[in-house]
């Protein structure tokens, strides 16, 4: 397989079994570069589980989802550039102020202190929510792909580096925003696999087919029953696509 292809791969890591994900991470070394870490594993871990990826040679999706008022939310992102994280997010749906000054204060962080910047993505609507939860339970008016381009037009106008999206917004997105707006797409699932709680999905090579840059894949691998090989098999998929 092309080695890029493991470049657009982010693996995440969700669950409190400490010994069982730095088993699973350490397996992985080599083979996966990018690990996703999400609010269950940080709260039972604390920077730990970032400083462990780190230290193994990996690279940290810091995925809290930050959504506050913007003095805070901008506070939150200057403490993740000081953990090392290469990406991290916060919620578009926090509005233009809380993205414009979380980019501002981490452009002064890290020229002052020398810190690499971290991508900063923006999540539009989580893949757990179709369109009838989008107007019966969150009022929102707008069908769900014109949110999700709104959010992230919003989001570039920001500053921001990129965009979390469903795969199934991913080729709308490529051509509303340009090739140079980083695209994760989490929601990704073999072919052969249910769909579990992800109700927007694609298979990894349909995805980077649409335009996504880097799929997130987790409990296809995760809960796979020899994870390694689930691996190699998505990292064939995206091969085909991948140059």
């Excluded at 791969?9 to 994900?21: F, M, Q, T, V």
Aim: aromatic share 6%; with cysteine; glycine share 8%.
């Amino acid at each position: 397989m092309p080695q890029n292809s493991r470049n657009h791969l982010i693996l995440a890591l969700d669950g409190s079994d400490k010994e069982g994900l730095k088993h699973l991470v350490a397996k992985m070394t080599g083979l996966v570069f990018f690990y996703k870490v999400g609010c269950w594993g940080y709260t039972a871990w604390g920077p730990e589980l970032v400083e462990y990826i780190r230290g193994l040679g990996g690279e940290v999706f810091l995925d809290l989802k930050f959504h506050d008022i913007p003095h805070t939310v901008a506070g939150a992102v200057a403490e993740a550039a000081r953990l090392g994280v290469y990406f991290l997010t916060l919620h578009a749906q926090g509005g233009k102020q809380m993205m414009t000054e979380s980019v501002k204060r981490l452009n002064e962080v890290c020229q002052k202190e020398g810190l690499r910047k971290p991508k900063l993505l923006a999540i539009t609507i989580l893949t757990s929510l179709g369109e009838t939860a989008l107007h019966e339970e969150l009022n929102v008016s707008a069908d769900l792909t014109q949110q999700v381009i709104h959010l992230a037009k919003m989001a570039k106008d920001s500053g921001l580096d990129g965009v979390v999206a469903s795969p199934q917004e991913v080729a709308i997105l490529r051509q509303e925003l340009g090739r140079d707006f980083l695209i994760v797409t989490p929601g990704v699932r073999p072919a052969q696999l249910v769909q579990d709680d992800q109700k927007r999905v694609l298979t990894p090579r349909e995805a980077m087919l649409q335009g996504a840059d880097y799929l997130v894949i987790g409990r296809p691998i995760t809960q796979a029953p020899q994870p390694v090989e689930a691996v190699r098999e998505i990292l064939r998929q995206m091969a085909t696509v991948v140059y």
